[in-house]
């Protein structure tokens, strides 16, 4: 279906210009008519034609003139001149304006048939060859995003060769021969927000810089940032960390590594992954920051001590924050030497098994299965990962018997709470009975139980004097002494407070007499 606008200052050309197009064509749709050139252009802009037929000679504004202002807003539009034969002259530089065809008047009815034919074949195949492009473009789109992937993940683990570094240069128009690793991290369970901010961080980061972007991992996201002189790691950091700042209120960590020729960039994936998992409170941190330029081959004594005190208390969340460090040190002293790193791993371990606060039942398989997994990895990211995962096992072996351990105790301090409730007891008693501290055993027991000793031991204490209350042979004051109470006056009180009533308005709730006491 075709647009036209008929434009001529002459009424009876734009009927006898219509009749003939309405009699020949049924898929033409004449969608407007003007007598000078000023409402030409107004129409053109509003009815958005594909085909305009303008009269050289009109009022006002000439047709040459109205072409180019259409043209200005609207380049896609096909153009036929109509001119008498003294306008010839206004015709051909209509012509140099990219005009379809002119046609002298009178206008002869079977070469404006052929005119409208010749039309409907130049824009449908225009139309068939933008279609094309852009069902090119789409599979293209859907292309790039897997190739772009793949070149980060390739690039990573140092997979593939230098020579099909052309294809991609070609593929994604940019030189790769060196660059820099950006790590970003997400501080997030729900896999919806992490996709969404993976996706935002996408837009972001390539609004900012040429770069090529990884699929996202289980736990983050790595990027490719071409190196260019003019534009700094540091200026990349600030720039994403303003941009994501409008945007999101989703915590995150963005590691950014240093620059390396391209076959040593999954050293910058390894330093830009460290540098995410640093916990210095700040968004983004840079390898460069935490280098220790002057590392010698002496390890700090102090962090070994720190790592080991932390195993030996049971605090593996302060234990992966120190093995970070360590790690880094390694990562320094031992950039070149995997093996090294390895056996220092290995030393860190046996050490490590020395200080667990409890005797684990499959320390030593859990033990082979990490040295095993050390000598069979040759990448250092993965060193590192495999030792974090060896804390977490560890922990969480521990924590499960620290949990027995803790449901034992918790069983012993109830039966005693049981066997004693109508003694004057207290935390201390009951804590001494378990040989543990009072301190101690007041968190675990508000952490088990979901309250205090004392809350507890009072709502047993009027569990069991309800119980004492339906028999009526049982005065007020007794029942105090039998649950633990030596003042009646306050176990009253105490009653009211749980029950909304005294003892001696419960009995008579419940049709039951006795003493008036309360």
Known sequence: MLNILIADDEYLVIDYLKMIIEKNFDDINIIGTASTGREAIEKAISLKPDVVFMDIHMPGINGIEAIRQIKNTNNDVYFVILTAFEYFDY????????VFEYLLKPVSKAKLVETINNLNSAIDKKRKSFLNEVELKERIDRIVPFLEGQFVSYKMYNIGTLNDVAFYENVFNMNLKKGYALCLMINSSNPFERQNFYDLFKIKLKSITTCLIGNPLSDRVVAFIPYEEKT???????RIEEKLKTVTNTKYKIGIGRVYELENFNKSSNEAYIAATINNGKNIVYFDEIYIKDAGDD????????FSNSILTGNFEEARKIFNEIFIKYSFIYSEDVDKIKTKLIELAFNMDKML???LEDRNNFKQMFILSIIKTQNTLELRNQFIQYINEISTEIQNQKKEHVDDIIAKVLEFINKNYNQDISLYDAARSVNLSYHYLSKIFKDEIGKGFVDYLTELRIEKSIQLLSNQKISIKEICQNIGYNDPNYYCKIFKKVTGMTPSEFRMSKGLRGDLIG
């Not at 700094?232 to 600030?238: L, W």
């Not at 390890?299 to 720190?306: D, Q, R, V």
């Open 91 to 98: 015709a051909k530089e209509a012509l140099s304006l990219g």
């Open 232 to 238: 700094s790691q540091k200026d990349v950091g600030k």
């Open 299 to 306: 390890f700090p004594l102090h962090l070994e001590t720190a």
């Open 357 to 359: 606060p409890y005797k």
